[in-house]
Nanobody, 117 residues
Framework: QVQLVESGGGLVQPGGSLRLSCAAS????????MSWYRQAPGKERALVAI???????TFVDSVKGRFTISRDNAKNTAYLQMNSLKPEDTAVYYC???????????WGQGTQVTVSS
């Protein structure tokens, strides 16, 4: 079964840290570009960070210097390390896997991150 399962979300105070995990199964994880998106209440889903199959990373400006994306192909898992969290980082965070050659686009169910004092 092809799926992505996110975990690691929760409630954290401003300035705190969280590490999100995205466990993949049912497909060749190492050949997919992995991304994290987020959707805040009343807003569109938006890209946060990307890591390609070769390890190249890209971040949106609002999280540069605070978030890190990584992957462990041996564990079929992608991660999003979030530091110096701000209230505006509050959102449901989604994991995405894409392989354009295979025309495959896979989404996880999302995990809630709430940054509040």
């Amino acid at each position: 079964q092809v799926q992505l399962v996110e975990s690691g979300g929760g409630l954290v105070q401003p300035g705190g840290s969280l590490r999100l995990s995205c466990a993949a199964s049912g497909f060749t994880f190492s050949s997919y570009t992995m991304s994290w998106y987020r959707q805040a209440p009343g807003k569109e889903r938006a890209l946060v960070a990307i890591i390609t199959s070769t390890g190249t990373t890209t971040f949106v400006d609002s999280v540069k210097g605070r978030f890190t994306i990584s992957r462990d192909n041996a564990k079929n898992t992608a991660y999003l390390q979030m530091n110096s969290l701000k209230p505006e980082d509050t959102a449901v965070y989604y994991c995405n896997a894409v392989n354009w050659v295979k025309n495959a686009n896979i989404w996880g169910q999302g995990t809630q991150v709430t940054v509040s004092s």
